[in-house]
């Protein structure tokens, strides 16, 4: 009999839910979590914070991930890698094709209508700008080739969609070059990334720039909402902010895009889904060492571009140190619910929405204080707007080791995307080879000793534990 | 273009025979210089792969490793692996030849795949410790190569003691408008009390140096200062925060940054850095 635990969640409940270590849920059937460093790269030991990931629709077995990842070669490198998988992720390969010097200082990617197109948003090294890239075949050795560059960005976040034979890509990030300080923006290509139009999304005053984290989010009729931060004041490291959300009814190929929905307030373009939120800012070990400030996600139901679900981050103020909340609206972005989910001290919300309309919300929380905290790493699905929900612990691991490197520590961001009957994802986390830590079973591919939790590297010798990067498929609710 | 060059180096290499002479130390170094993946190997295929990523062509071959003469920690390469290699040409290598290979990392996965910078036959059996000496060497050679350009670009180079690290004041009017963004470097400044002018400065003398305090991953691999930190500086005039000028004590004086791996060595260097100086 499928195990399966499902929350009932009393509205009360859920508002104060504290992050109180509680036993992990049974195993569920048919999950997978992979650890994607390979055997060949056993003895690394860096931090491969922040992953992402990339689906191909027409093709399950083909994928495209990456993570805070040197190049093996060193950091005079001319490349840095990605992750690619051509068997729907049971094992990765590492490929050094991008061209920035030895790592990306951010990156996300998303695929083209035809595989295998891929596009990556990324901030090269040395300089950070912009790279707009592009792969013809990710699973060439060929370098990506660059679309489009410009200095001075920040977080670029890609999602595409196909109409007809042309892939349009939206990629958004905080452009400190906008003019007035509305440094929210989408550049738009509809031509499969020949070109880029920079599109300004927010139309209210700022402090002088709106938040690094601008996320867009496309259905399939061509509706694309976008979540961004508008930030409104700030007091020491703390920013007041609205979380707003715009949206675009024809995919943001008309002349004025992104004006479709209007706040009641001031019948501005932008819905302010909640307003002077406090956003600690802190680039410094915050939350069991990672930094915090920009978790923002945005999922619509591609099939049924009415619902769409917003998440993000804030300090409410009752004692946490960053609190998750997500909200819906069933009607386009005009009115939306309160919070159907509250969770203390967690980051790195993703969303997304299956063909059933079954939500998916992955989310890392740090649970207990000190040397015994831990990383804990869910899946929740929902089908009535989290008034339930399955649960699904994919990894609970030490919080205070190993000791960051840099920041982030797991990432500023994690991914989480479905296709057909499977949510799949990837979050980062401690790579403990210890069965514990992953109650839903856990694959290495790089050399490892369960029975004393140790890595190993290619000769057989003790590697130090370090944060690696997991994909993971969990089915979709029935 | 390198790939042709090296493969004159090989061939030079190759029919220099060993103990290599001068040019083909220096011959060597170049190969050395652009990779990071270095083995003894004895081709086992041509026209194939070892690993499953990488598609066959005229140009993939299959290489037993014999010896692993450098490679970067995190891979796993051990003797008796077989990795595959893009030569740089085909049918340059045929199945039973013994070299050693000079690669970049390519594909990593089940298995190493690798793309040839350069190889050098030598006499077979290739006489491994005598080539592991021969590659370190060469390293060596690249190292100081690097290093002595990297001098030559420094205005400055210090042995000495930080003595104060404060947060940078940069000039107003060059200072860009303040972003909040967690790429910030946030600028500090280390005061360095010049223990050895080696270059362009005095013993006694005070030098401001700018580095990103930041910890964020954009500056993962920049250099940072500590107080008491001792150490040789290669030191540049800053370019970089768009304020080219500091105080000490009241007195406006140049900013320098340290923003590479080579610019922050340890004081012990100082001797090999006044001898790379006189080298000509």
Not at chain 1, 51 to 80: R, V, W
Not at chain 1, 434 to 463: C, E, I, K, M
Request: proline fraction near 7%.
């Amino acid at each position: 009999m499928r195990a399966r635990v499902i929350v009932v969640a009393v509205a009360v409940c859920v508002a104060c839910e504290a992050p109180v270590p509680h036993a992990p849920p049974a195993k569920l059937t048919g999950v997978r979590v992979v650890d994607l460093i390979p055997v060949s790269l056993s003895g690394e030991t860096w931090q491969d914070a922040e992953p992402f990931l990339a689906l191909y629709a027409a093709n399950p077995q083909l994928m495209a991930a990456s993570a805070f990842t040197p190049n093996p070669g060193g950091s005079a490198s001319a490349t840095a890698p990605i992750f690619v998988s051509d068997d729907g992720g049971d094992s990765w390969t590492l490929r050094n094709t991008l061209p920035s010097q030895g790592m990306t200082a951010d990156i996300t990617h998303a695929v083209g209508g035809n595989p295998p197109v891929l596009y990556a948003g990324i901030m090269k090294v040395p300089g950070f700008p912009l790279n707009e890239l592009k792969a013809s075949d990710f699973l060439s050795p060929a370098t990506m080739m660059l679309q489009s560059s410009r200095a001075d960005i920040d977080q670029p976040f890609v999602r595409t969609t196909g109409v007809g034979s042309a892939d349009r890509v939206y990629i958004g990030l905080n452009d400190f070059d906008a003019p007035d300080g509305r440094t929210a923006t989408v550049d738009v290509s509809l031509n499969g990334g020949a070109t880029y139009t920079s599109r300004r999304i927010e139309t209210r005053g700022t402090l002088g720039q709106n938040g690094p984290s601008i996320r867009p989010a496309v259905a399939q009729d061509h509706t694309v909402y976008v979540a961004y931060f508008g930030w409104r004041s700030q007091t020491g490291s703390d920013v007041t902010s609205d979380v707003v959300v715009v949206r675009d009814d024809s995919g943001a190929s008309g002349a004025t895009p992104f004006r479709d929905l209007l706040d009641p307030s001031d019948h501005l373009p932008g819905r302010l889904v909640a307003t002077h939120v406090t956003i600690p800012w802190s680039n410094a070990p915050t939350l069991g060492q990672e930094r915090i400030g920009s978790t923002l996600a945005i999922a619509v139901d591609a099939l049924h571009s009415d619902n769409v679900y917003v998440a993000w981050a804030d300090r409410v103020g009752t004692g946490d140190i960053y609190t998750v909340h997500v909200r819906r609206s069933t009607d386009r972005g005009a009115t939306w619910s309160g919070d159907l989910r509250t969770l203390t001290n967690a980051t790195d919300a993703s969303l997304a929405v299956s063909t059933n309309g079954t939500a998916g919300l992955l989310y890392q929380q740090v649970t207990g204080t000190g040397s015994t905290s831990r990383w804990v790493t869910r899946l929740e699905q929902s089908r009535d707007g989290f008034a339930t929900h399955q649960d699904v612990v994919l990894a609970t691991v030490p919080a205070a080791t190993p000791t960051f490197q840099f920041l982030p520590y797991i990432g500023d961001y994690n991914g989480l995307l479905a296709r057909g009957n499977q949510f799949l994802g990837i979050f980062s986390a401690n790579n403990t080879p210890d069965s514990t830590n992953f109650p839903q079973g856990v694959v290495y591919q790089r050399r490892v000793d369960f029975p004393t939790h140790r890595l190993l590297d290619g000769s057989g010798a003790a590697v130090a534990v370090s944060i690696d990067p997991f994909f993971f498929s969990v089915p979709v609710l029935p | 273009m390198y790939t042709r060059s090296a493969v004159l180096l090989a061939v030079t290499l190759s029919l220099l025979g060993s103990p290599a002479p001068a040019s083909a130390q220096g011959a060597r170094a170049a190969l050395v210089k652009q990779s990071d993946i270095i083995f003894i190997g004895t081709v086992t295929k041509v026209g194939a792969v070892a690993v499953p990523e990488v598609p066959a062509s005229d140009r993939t071959i299959v290489v037993r490793v014999d010896q692993v003469l450098e490679k970067p920690a995190a891979v796993a390469l051990t003797p008796g692996d077989s990795v595959t290699v893009q030569t740089v040409r085909p049918g340059s290598l045929k199945a039973g030849t013994q070299a050693t290979f000079y690669t970049t990392g390519w594909i990593f996965g089940r298995g190493v795949a690798v793309r040839e910078v350069g190889h050098e036959p030598g006499r077979s059996p290739v006489v491994a410790a005598v080539q592991q000496q021969a590659v370190a060497r060469a390293r060596l050679d690249v190292n100081d190569a690097d290093l002595k350009a990297h001098i030559q670009k420094a205005a400055m180079v210090v042995a000495g003691r930080v003595e104060q690290v404060r947060p940078a004041e940069l000039a107003a009017a060059a200072a860009r408008p303040k972003r909040i963004t967690e790429h910030d470097p946030n600028w500090q400044e280390a005061i360095i009390q010049v223990q050895d002018g080696i270059k362009g400065a005095q013993a006694g003398q005070q030098v401001v140096v700018r580095f990103p305090g930041s910890p964020d991953v954009a500056w993962v691999g920049t250099p940072k200062f500590a107080v008491g930190q001792e150490g040789t500086f290669l030191l540049h005039v800053d370019s970089t925060t768009g304020s080219p000028l500091s105080m000490i004590a009241g007195r406006s004086v140049p900013a320098y940054t340290a923003l590479h791996r080579l610019d922050v060595l340890p004081k012990q260097d100082a001797p090999r850095i006044r001898s790379l100086i006189r080298k000509p």
